[in-house]
């Protein structure tokens, strides 16, 4: 049974960092792999993508701030989010398996259950 497994949310303070962390299994993650986002009333949107040679891909909104990373040993996916800011305020999805590696949802098959970040100014 394949499982991704978000955890590392929690509530900060605008300025402050959050480590995400997603755990596969039943399923390697050597493809490509993405975080999302969807905030209360809004659409589910894309954070950031790598792909299976380590390329990356940001939203124009978290460029500079948020960093993705994969260890392929631990078949974990990450999100570091750092000068984190109120609008960031969301619950976060990783997402796996897709013949696109792109920040549009409809292409991914696989997602976790999502971890809530808060942000307060």
């Known amino acids: 049974q394949v499982q991704l497994v978000e955890s590392g949310g929690g509530s900060v303070e605008a300025g402050g960092s959050l480590r995400l962390t997603c755990a596969a299994s039943g399923y390697t993650l050597n493809g490509c792999a993405a975080w999302f986002r969807q905030a209360p009333g809004k659409e589910r949107e894309g954070v950031a993508t790598i792909n299976n040679s380590g390329s ?15 260890d392929s040993a631990k078949n974990t996916l990450y999100l570091q989010m750092n000068n984190l800011k109120p609008e960031d305020t969301a619950i976060y999805y990783c997402a796996a398996e897709t013949l696109v590696c792109t920040l549009q949802r409809w292409w ?3 997602w976790g259950q999502g971890t809530q970040v808060t942000v307060s100014s």
Do not use: L, M, Q
């Open 56 to 70: 990356t891909s940001y939203a124009d909104s978290v460029k500079g701030r948020f960093t993705i990373s994969k």
């Open 108 to 110: 991914f098959r696989k």
